[in-house]
């Protein structure tokens, strides 16, 4: 089983930006896919990047693409969300998920993840 947690989220202004990470612990990160979703006040939850396990490939929803970046280091067994140009919209609890097999496929549906971080606050004023 493997636990993941998050950090890195907290309250920046319009067009800041922070880095979020995603701790795994277990032996087995490094042959995963691995990906980010945020839930915001009153909504579903939502997929927003995905990485493949060498980190060859990523995707991104359309609301983020090209500001957001997907990374990762599986010597640190570590994944992480680089967000840019942030905007009040992306107000959200953000997670980290693993999806038990070394490559994604769009759709990118939550149930499709079996292991899920505990989340981190990300707040963008305006």
């Known amino acids: 089983q493997v636990q993941l947690v998050e950090s890195g989220g907290g309250l920046v202004q319009a067009g800041g930006s922070l880095r979020l990470s995603c701790v795994a612990s277990?032996?087995?990160?490094?042959?995963?896919?691995m990906a980010w979703f945020r839930q915001a006040p009153e909504k579903e939850r939502e997929f927003v990047a995905g990485?493949?396990?060498?980190?060859?490939?990523?995707y991104y929803s359309d609301s983020v693409k090209g500001r957001f970046t997907i990374s990762r280091d599986n010597a640190k067994k570590t994944v992480y969300l680089q967000m840019n140009s942030l905007k009040p919209e992306d107000t959200a609890v953000y997670c980290c998920?693993?999806?038990?097999?070394?490559?994604?496929?769009?759709?990118?549906?939550?149930?499709?993840?079996?292991?899920w971080g505990q989340g981190t606050q990300v707040t963008v004023s305006s």
């Open positions: 277990g032996r087995t990160f490094n042959i995963y896919a």
């Open positions: 990485i493949n396990w060498r980190g060859g490939r990523t």
């Open positions: 998920a693993l999806r038990s097999t070394r490559y994604l496929q769009a759709p990118f549906d939550e149930a499709d993840f079996g292991s």
